[in-house]
């Protein structure tokens, strides 16, 4: 412990933020000062939006951030399903590193102590062309090392094969046209074009309302795409799939019955993980593996599902699920129910290290997703870079997240361009305020 700090009178004096793109996606990175010199790295969810954790910063000025359950149950009333609990576990996240920091100990000890020394990743993989390329794509990340895969298969594989799919008529063809205009600019970015009007309705209709059905055509060019995936990886190594679009219930016990043979790790997200019942009928049509938990805030959304029966997986990411202590506990509820917990990240190295203290103390866990692979620079965004050479990250033992300093070169390099200035004075939120108490 740095004898120049006192762990007891620490408090926190500023929250700054720096917006990044192209990581791939869109990234608030979060500062948290205190009073002695310690700085907590944090983040906002991929795809999110920094008010979520700038109008908590005066919930939080004063405190001491070693308290890390008092500061979360005082914010957490401001989190909410996926994107929106993303200020809330960004500052949580911020508080482990300075309290690990404060006391001089990596954050994985905090939760208790570790299972593993090194945390085995999975990447998620994009491939143009057929099942082949696909196969070909994920042999290549298996040739740098990784155990561990997962890929898209769904409807968007359909959209150009004619007689694949039914819908109400002109439906698809606006998906098309909407993909083609509003959805080309890179993921993360802000196009209004996608923030209202028709495109957002279109996108935001969940499985069961959009009328989307695979035919028998469809699903035999699902299946046959799997199967040549396979034919090019072999069937020892575990593969996800995801995506598979916003198709209903029984679309996805069709599909789910068709590739049982192909041995999937998981299948993810098949409906809204809102709707419990459809998931306990999803998983007693079949025998593939069901998994969802990327936009689920809190212990108590995963309980109802866990208690269901009806998942194998859960993957929650921990800029949703509520920071790294809500996220070990879930896992822990997990392992009660004989369920597995992968982790979902697709943010910069600080998510995915705080992600990496998780996986460490947390017995069932199987794999860490990466989402920027592809990204060159990525891992540079922090000191010491963060790698994962071999298709693991070995868990730090520095203090807090495990990170000296953010590469501000870096940062300032790939600055999100509505947001210009990296670490700008946020006094502007000093004095938000409103009555927080939920009860009279
Ligand atoms: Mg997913």
Known sequence: MNAEINPSTL??????????DGAPKRCTLIKVFTNQGIVGYGEVRDASSRTYAAMLKSRILGENPCNVEKIFRRIKQFGGDSRQAGGVCGLEVAMWDIAGKAWGVPVWQL?????????????????????????????????????????????????????????????????????????????????LRAMRGEAYDLFNTAHPFTGIHITEKGLDHLE??????????????????????????????????????????????????????????????????????????LKESFKPLLESGALAVIHPDILTAGGILETKKIGDLAEEHGVQMSIHMAESPIAC???????????NFMALELHSVDVPWWGDLVNPALRYDGGYISVPDAPGLGIESLNEEL????????????????????????????WS
């Open 11 to 20: 408090k926190i004096t500023d929250v700054r933020f720096a917006d990044i």
């Open 353 to 363: 290290l705080a992600a990496v203290h998780v996986a460490a103390a947390t017995r």
């Open 111 to 191: 939760l208790g102590g570790k299972f593993r020394d090194r945390i085995r990743c999975y990447c998620d993989t994009d491939s143009e062309g057929g099942g082949r390329d696909m196969g070909k794509a994920l042999k290549e990340r298996m040739a740098r090392g990784f155990t561990f895969l997962k890929m898209d298969l769904g409807i968007e594989l359909l959209m150009d094969v004619p007689g694949a799919l039914s819908a109400p008529l002109g439906f698809l063809e606006k998906m098309r046209e909407y993909k083609k205009t509003v959805f080309s600019t890179p993921h993360g970015s802000i196009d």
């Open 224 to 297: 046959q795409y799997m199967a040549d995936v396979r034919a090019e990886i072999g069937y020892e190594v575990p593969l996800a799939i995801d995506h598979l679009g916003h198709i209903p219930l029984e679309d996805c016990i069709k599909l789910a019955k068709r590739l049982e043979k192909y041995n999937l790790a998981w299948m993810e997200d098949p409906v809204p993980w809102q709707l419990t019942n459809q998931y306990v009928r999803l998983a007693n049509a079949t025998t593939t593996p069901i998994g969802t938990g990327e936009d689920m805030y």
């Open 411 to 438: 940062i300032a390099k790939n600055l999100h361009p509505d947001f210009p200035e990296a670490w700008a004075p946020t006094t502007e939120w000093d004095k938000e305020w409103a009555n927080d108490r939920q």
